[in-house]
């Protein structure tokens, strides 16, 4: 019979479980009935993620409002026979969609190069043998065996456990291991809670296990994750909407301009079909054909700087969107912490309370008290070598070339064997001077393990477990005089002592002996008879530079908020201890968040910093919720259970060392160095990009105005045309891009990190950059049209006057492109020499400027004429006039600031 629908597996007791899928535990599914199972169910594998074609990475660059606007400029210049300059302004087209293609193709390859492409083998009963199979032949019904380093490849109800357990974090975000047994569970029980069950993407680290396959590929947990995360939606990018804006305004402006040109030539009785000609013209010419190219090319050098930095960025336009990110949404267990059992302190009863230092599995570190090493007493080495005796892991060194230490077995153990080679203990000569002859291995009931071992002195049983469950094995406790009886009050002592660790979100375990003890009566026939050593407390402890890297999220307005599948008292305390958590900040369970309404949710996001036993689709309800009040949402995580937020986040950040495929697949950038700091340094890169693009808008749309007002003030004078539209393409395609595709290429200005992020509102240009904006346009339409008209009046020739004032034109641009890099601090320093590509880009745009204005050829191309020398200087200074309104803007701006 084949499994229902939607069972409810971990509730079933296992007999149940076997007798609904037809399958005797002791020997397996028959190979005929797998064969058929596998035809229904297919092989046990999740979908594929469809892989974007180059096609559609290339029709991906060209959607947006301003290609769009460039593309009917084409049209309108091909349909009044300016055929060259519709091919030119296909050229930047294309040239866009080309250079934003090339990189992100660039950072797939680059993504690509971190899969490990791994076989995984599972030990299934079949027949009634044990066999070794491909992890993707697994169907509902298999019976797999488990042992301590597997990993499980399907979701399994267990039919039989001795001392299991699992490593559930990548799935649930516990970063302790998990105790397995049989029994059933609650049918409202928790998935972090279940007991009875095994769930695929997660690996055995201590015991031995038998289960049966209740579900394989997309039917299982980590495949429901998969389909929440394949139906997320993904929302725009702050540069989308901005940019949707933006091309909205130049349409508006466009549509007024055309109107007014025609009006205004209509009413000097010019000839209809001229004017309207003329009026398309200055709508292909307000259009700033430089600007895609720049704003590609600033987000390809912000990807190139964040790679720099360890951040591989799979889509262009998450550059800019982490500049915006107001909220960080990070998982804890690995993202915020080393996902690495670290104990920090010992309480031995007959000797003194000491601090460990160093963090992992690497046995370097002291022993301190009071800030001076304390090398440990004989109560101390008691309780490190019971601890190290009692004990199944060892620590593994690894080969590569960054060195460090891996565990093997239960990282809770292996944090122990840690503890023993940083007091001075050589684990693998005391294993060998006291042999083990008996076990009692862990069990979630008792919470004890016990070992007899032989020593010196004869047997002694050594056991380990929760506070309370060793204290009552206990009669006795261990000081320096020998051991002493353990009173009620002595009792209290170490209780208290106990739950004081354990306020502080440590893993308590407690360590006893029983000298010349047995375990021929089992944990029982130790009562009464144990030793009480002490106590160890075990924490995930913090990455280095992650309260730093909160700290300055801090100073950025940018509020980070822990979101884990661990327990509330332990996700607090890490978040106060990195300074993320401060009192009178509201922390969330997932609970809380079940019986929360949509509205209420969103209203009390800005005040939780800390949701604790979050399931996956609770992740997705916090980040719509935070979206919902207007926040631009990053979501940090490694874990299978994170792909569904970082799918719907405005930026999902996966990490890529320990970070599951499914969180790379769904994230749109990828920590190389699994660093939280290296997420505040992208959005520090993601800001400095975002202040340059807004400096090439500025640069580009006070031109284009200038342009427009200069040719709109001589059809009012009754003056002829100041430029051809060769002129007008040459500057907008040439002299524009040249200086533009440069600025963008501005280091930070130091501040990044010391304002907020821009809201979603703020459009791409507004405030200030308007004011300034019009500023700019003013002066230099009046320095060219001035230029122009005194040149008249001279009666100078027609092409030297034409050519004088677009090359004022051409040094106003240059002049300003100096305006445009603060908006505070003067252009009159050496700070451009930070930017050398700037400083080339204007000997370049020079060069040009010369060549069009004196080498004949061009002069027979764009209808220039040589200019003399004398008015090539008088050209510099009329030119500048737009640097000194800027200035003088500034001066004030700095004296009315507040101080």
Not at 484 to 505: I, S, Y
Not at 705 to 721: D, N
Request: aromatic letters at 4%.
């Amino acid at each position: 019979m084949d499994a229902a629908p939607v069972p409810r597996w971990h509730a079933m007791p296992a007999p149940e479980v076997a007798a609904r899928l037809e399958v005797d535990p002791a020997r397996g599914l028959a190979s005929a009935e797998v064969d058929r199972r596998r035809a229904r169910h297919g092989p046990n594998a999740l979908p594929e993620p469809a892989r974007r074609s180059r096609l559609a990475i290339l029709l991906g660059q060209v959607r947006s409002p301003l290609v769009a606007l460039l593309v009917a400029a084409a049209g309108l210049s091909f349909a009044m026979g300016d055929v060259v300059d519709a091919c030119v302004i296909v050229a930047v087209v294309a040239l866009n969609t080309v250079v934003g293609a090339y990189q992100e193709g660039r950072a797939e390859r680059s993504l690509a190069a971190l899969r490990r492409l791994v076989v995984v083998q599972v030990r299934v009963r079949r027949d009634g043998r044990d066999h070794v199979v491909d992890a993707r032949h697994l169907v509902p019904g298999d019976v797999v065996v488990l042992a301590a380093g597997d990993k499980v490849a399907a979701d399994a109800r267990l039919v039989e456990a001795e001392g299991l357990r699992t490593a559930e974090a990548a799935l649930t975000g516990e970063s302790a291991p998990v105790d397995k047994q049989p029994a059933a569970a609650a049918d409202a029980t928790d998935l972090a809670e279940r007991g009875g069950m095994v769930y695929a993407g997660t690996h055995v680290t201590a015991g031995r296990g038998l289960a049966v396959v209740v579900a394989t590929g997309s039917t299982t947990e980590l495949g429901r994750i998969a389909t929440l995360t394949a139906a997320a939606v993904e929302p725009p990018t702050p540069l989308a909407r901005r940019i949707d804006g933006f091309g909205r305004l130049l349409l508006v402006i466009a549509g007024v301009l055309l109107v007014v040109v025609v009006a205004a030539g209509l009413a000097r009785g010019l000839d209809p079909r001229h004017i309207v000609l003329v009026g398309i013209s200055q709508v292909v010419s307000l259009v700033p054909e430089g600007l895609p190219v720049a704003l590609t090319i600033a987000l390809a050098v912000g990807v190139r700087r964040m790679s720099e930095r360890g951040a591989i960025v799979r889509r262009l336009s998450a550059v800019e969107t982490l500049g915006s990110v107001s909220v960080i949404c990070t998982d804890k267990t690995g993202t915020l912490t080393r996902n690495q059992m670290t104990v920090v302190e010992v309480h031995p009863v007959g000797g003194a309370r000491v601090e460990v230092e160093g963090r992992g599995y690497a046995p370097d570190g002291r022993l301190v008290r009071d800030g001076a090493a304390a090398p440990p007493d004989g109560a101390t080495a008691a309780l490190v070598e019971t601890l190290a005796l009692c004990n199944d892991a060892s620590l593994a060194a690894r080969a590569d070339a960054e060195g460090g230490w891996d565990p093997v077995g239960d990282p809770t153990e292996a944090a122990l064997v840690t503890l023993a080679g940083k007091a001075g203990v050589d684990v693998a000569a005391l294993r060998a001077a006291h042999p083990r002859r008996g076990e009692v291995p862990f069990d979630s009931g008792t919470r004890l393990m016990a070992v007899r071992c032989d020593g010196p002195a004869g047997p002694v049983v050594h056991v380990k477990g929760a506070p309370d469950a060793v204290l009552a094995l206990c009669a006795t406790v261990r000081t320096e005089h020998g051991p002493v009886p353990l009173d009620d009050a002595r009792r209290r002592t170490v209780a208290a002592a106990a739950d004081d660790m354990a306020a502080r979100a440590l893993r308590v375990l407690a360590g006893a002996v029983v000298p010349g003890g047995d375990l021929d009566g089992g944990l029982e026939g130790l009562a009464g008879r144990a030793t009480f050593l002490g106590l160890v407390g075990q924490t995930d402890p913090p990455r280095e530079g992650v309260a730093a890297a909160v700290a300055e999220c801090r100073a950025a307005a940018i509020r980070a908020v822990v979101v884990t599948g661990d327990q509330l008292a332990t996700g607090v305390a890490v978040a106060r201890e990195i300074g993320l958590a401060r009192d009178g900040d509201l922390a969330r369970t997932g609970g809380d968040l079940d019986r929360a309404a949509v509205d209420a949710l969103a209203a009390e996001a800005g005040d939780v910093t800390v949701y604790a036993r979050v399931r996956p689709e609770q992740k997705l309800r916090i980040v719509e919720a935070l979206q919902a009040r207007g926040e631009v949402v990053a979501m940090t995580g490694d874990g299978v259970n994170d792909a569904p937020a970082l799918a719907r986040a405005d930026v999902g950040v996966a990490m890529g060392r320990s970070g599951t495929e499914a969180a790379r697949e769904a994230s749109k950038v990828v920590l190389t160095d699994d660093d939280f700091a290296t997420i505040v340094a992208a959005v520090r890169e993601g800001r400095i990009v975002g202040r340059n693009l807004r400096k090439a808008i500025l640069l580009q749309v006070s031109t284009s105005i200038a342009e427009v007002l200069v040719l709109l003030g001589a059809i009012a004078l009754g003056m002829p045309l100041p430029f051809t539209a060769a002129m007008i393409l040459w500057n907008n395609v040439v002299t524009e891009t040249v200086i533009t595709i440069n600025l963008v290429l501005e280091p930070g200005e130091g501040d990044e990190m010391r304002a907020p992020p821009p809201p979603l509102s703020e459009p791409l240009m507004g405030g200030t950059a308007l004011w300034r904006a019009a500023l700019m346009s003013l002066t230099i339409a009046g320095a060219v049209l001035g230029f122009y008209a005194w040149h008249l009046d001279r009666g100078m020739p027609l092409a030297v006057t034409q050519t004088a004032a677009f090359t004022v034109l051409a040094v106003c641009e240059w002049f300003n492109v100096l305006n445009v890099r603060s908006a505070r601090h003067t252009a009159l320093d050496r700070s451009i020499l930070r930017n050398p590509w700037l400083v080339g880009g204007l000997v370049v745009a020079n060069l040009l400027q010369a060549a069009v204005v004196f080498l004949p050829p061009l002069q027979a191309v764009f209808r220039t004429a040589p200019l003399p020398l004398v008015e090539v200087f008088a050209i510099g200074a009329v030119g500048s006039l737009v640097l000194w309104a800027e200035e003088a803007r500034k001066w004030f701006a700095r004296r009315n600031a507040p101080r």
